[in-house]
């Protein structure tokens, strides 16, 4: 069973990708946000494992930024294939 593929519906997945990239760009700043307030409690200071624990996540969680620009860049490259194949179908 092939599926039949729309110029419609391709547009319409552009809006539902800028959507998923907005939300990872406000989840990602909120999240940094709790980090760094974590880090500045003065309980954390005090406790070196606390702070300790803090630093490693905090790393952690800045390498995933740096993978969105090849998530984008992949999702819509399969966009643009979409638009190719609906375009070359016809005749």
């Known amino acids: 069973m092939q ?3 729309s110029k419609k519906g391709v547009f319409d997945q ?4 800028g959507i998923g990239v907005a939300t990872l ?3 990602l700043a909120v999240v940094f946000l709790i980090l760094a307030q974590v880090g500045a409690n003065a309980q954390v200071v005090n406790d070196a494992n606390a702070t300790r624990s803090t630093l490693v996540l905090t790393n952690a969680a ?3 930024p740096g993978w969105v620009p090849l998530v984008i860049l992949v ?4 966009l643009i294939l979409s ?3 609906v375009f070359g179908g016809r005749r």
Do not use: H, N, P, S
Request: no cysteine; net charge positive; glycine share 16%.
């Open 3 to 5: 599926k039949k593929l």
């Open 75 to 78: 999702a819509v490259g399969g």
């Open 25 to 27: 760009v406000i989840t």
């Open 83 to 85: 638009l190719v194949a």
């Open 62 to 64: 800045a390498t995933i």
């Open 14 to 17: 552009l809006g539902a990708l």
